[in-house]
């Protein structure tokens, strides 16, 4: 049943087992390209859901690596913006908010939260192809990263095989450990956050509507509406780096 004109900050407020739930949106304040943004130069003509695939790097590990390795040198030059600091607020002020993000850059950890669960893995977790078991070192840019161009993947020190980007591609499964720790916390949750997301990608997706049906209250922060709009009982339509500072400031000024 809707809250009649609810006060998300009051909602916010009064919570006591909170999740964030952020997508490429929260970063995007940062300068990072959001995950449908229309890649640029040399990616300007592939399709980011193509190129994040098992399919593609097999096909072309120069390409994909090369493709990561931008993303990875894009996050290395940006900041945390006030969306990933009032996330990380939100965790100082109600001890047990998780953070759940889809996103594979560093901002949220940067921000200061502690332990993000990282659904679709990371860019700064590359991994052996051949066995997960094998950690990658996390190279060292290689020149002209920036321009966007092929580069070719590093070999596995433990075995020879290929590297790969410790992200989790389109057909793989999300890492066990990180979706079961999502989906008990949006389970046990009173509030769902859901911060820049298109609410498309699945399982990740489920996530709010799963904290929904198990009777948590969801607020969105999105400048459009998405699929997840159904399930909110507030949205609240603008950047993440705008509006979540001010509910922050709303929810906890007023005590
Ligand atoms: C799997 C890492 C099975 C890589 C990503 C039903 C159930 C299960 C699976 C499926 C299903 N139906 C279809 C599938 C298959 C598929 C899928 O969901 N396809 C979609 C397209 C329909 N799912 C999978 O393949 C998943 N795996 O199911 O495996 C399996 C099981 C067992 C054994 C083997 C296999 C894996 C999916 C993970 C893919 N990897 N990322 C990389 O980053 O390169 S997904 C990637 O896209 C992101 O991580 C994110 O999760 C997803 C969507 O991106 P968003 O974060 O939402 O960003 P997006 O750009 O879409 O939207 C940005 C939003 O921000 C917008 O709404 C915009 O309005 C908003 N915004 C913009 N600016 C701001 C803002 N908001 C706030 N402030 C702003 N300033």
């Known amino acids: 049943m809707s809250l009649l004109n609810p006060s998300a900050a009051g909602l916010l407020r009064d919570a006591r087992r909170i999740v964030v739930f952020t997508g490429a949106g929260i ?4 300068g990072v ?4 943004d229309d890649l640029t130069g040399l990616w300007a003509q592939f399709d980011a859901q193509r190129l994040a695939t098992p399919e593609a790097f097999h096909a072309d590990p120069d390409l994909v690596w090369g493709w990561y390795e931008w993303r990875r040198a894009r996050v290395l030059h940006t900041e945390p913006n006030p969306g990933h600091l009032a996330a990380a607020a939100i965790e100082a002020r109600v001890p047990g908010t998780v ?23 990371s860019l700064f977790a590359p991994r052996c192809v051949a066995e997960a078991a094998h950690p990658a070192p996390v190279p060292e840019l290689a020149a002209g990263v920036g321009e966007g161009r092929r580069i070719p993947p590093p070999r596995c020190a433990d075995c020879g095989w290929l590297v790969r980007p410790g992200v989790v591609w389109f057909g ?3 890492p066990e450990a990180a979706l079961t720790a999502a989906v008990d916390a949006a389970v046990a949750c009173d509030l769902l956050l859901t911060v820049g997301t298109s609410g ?3 399982p990740a997706a489920e ?14 922060v999105n400048p459009e509406p998405t699929p997840l709009d159904r399930v909110c009982e507030v949205n609240l339509r603008g950047p993440a ?3 979540l500072p001010a509910l922050v400031a709303a929810a906890w000024k007023e005590i």
Do not use: C, K, M, W
């Not at 996530?207 to 969105?220: E, K």
């Open 27 to 30: 970063s995007a304040e940062s």
């Open 33 to 36: 390209p959001t995950f449908r």
């Open 99 to 121: 953070v759940i993000t889809q996103n594979v850059d560093d901002l949220h950890e940067r921000a200061g939260s502690r332990a993000p669960v990282h659904l679709h893995g």
């Open 172 to 174: 793989e499964a999300l």
């Open 200 to 202: 498309v990608v699945y």
């Open 207 to 220: 996530i709010p509507r799963l904290a929904a049906r198990s009777g948590a209250t969801v607020i969105q």
């Open 241 to 243: 780096a705008e509006i």
